[in-house]
């Protein structure tokens, strides 16, 4: 079975502008969440979707946003870009929500300049 | 708010010995599920091993066991016969509504 998959592996972006990240969990799995990991902060809860619907969100701004597809791909979008944005984004899929362990993908690795 | 604390930002171990990773967490929840992960340098996470709080007996998953302590709200990995392979960041999670991390132990190996 194949993994979580990640595109793009990195990207290279200004500070304002806008980025899409996009996620495909393995398959069967319903549950996509999002992190965001950087040195400073460690690994940080962004948001968790189930079924096509926001299930759970961490502490972040606006500017940080989801969604989820009907085949359980997911996309996180990040507008006005910041330079405390550079992070490694994260994407995790589990079968259901709560009881399920999260497998990881390989992670984006985005950096603002 | 659930957190998860690492006191051991890193740890080494010789080749072939045992090492103990701490890790405790907070909640006032009385069903969740605990986890560690495993991230090589540049690499993937990877589960390693998974705790039920509803369950009194310790995960095992060959050399990777846990010491499970509920009511100290202490979850510890032990590494039994180290292997170079184990190098990593070990990272302690906690899950109920989402899933909380704690800030990781580099854990270096020693040939």
């Known amino acids: 079975k194949a993994g979580v998959t990640q595109t793009p592996r990195y990207l290279i972006k200004t500070r304002g502008q806008q980025v899409t990240l996009s996620c495909s969990p393995i398959?069967?799995?319903?549950?996509v969440s999002w992190y965001q990991q950087t040195p400073g902060q460690g690994l940080q809860f962004l948001f968790e979707y189930f079924s096509e619907t926001q299930r759970n969100k961490g502490n972040f701004p606006g500017r940080f946003s989801g969604r989820q597809f009907s085949n359980s791909r997911s996309e996180m979008n990040v507008s006005t870009l910041e330079l405390g944005d550079s992070a490694l984004y994260l994407c995790?899929?589990?079968?259901?929500?709560?009881?399920?362990?999260?497998?990881f993908g390989p992670g984006t690795r985005l950096t603002v300049t | 708010a659930q957190t998860v604390t690492q006191s051991q930002p890193e740890m080494s171990v010789q080749e072939a010995e045992t090492v103990t990773l701490s890790c405790t967490y907070d909640t006032s929840e009385s069903d969740y599920y605990l986890f560690w992960y495993k991230q090589p340098p540049s690499r993937q996470m990877i589960l390693v091993i998974r705790q039920e709080a509803y369950k009194q007996q310790n995960a095992t998953e060959n050399r990777f066991s846990v010491n499970f302590q509920k009511a100290a709200k202490s979850f510890s990995l032990k590494i039994s016969d180290s292997q170079l392979g184990d190098a990593a960041m070990y990272f302690c999670?906690?899950?109920?509504?989402?899933?909380?991390f704690g800030a990781g132990t580099r854990l270096t190996v020693k040939p």
């Open positions: 995790a899929s589990s079968k259901g929500q709560r009881t399920y362990e999260q497998y």
């Open positions: 398959s069967g799995h319903r549950s």
């Open positions: 999670a906690y899950r109920s509504n989402d899933m909380r």
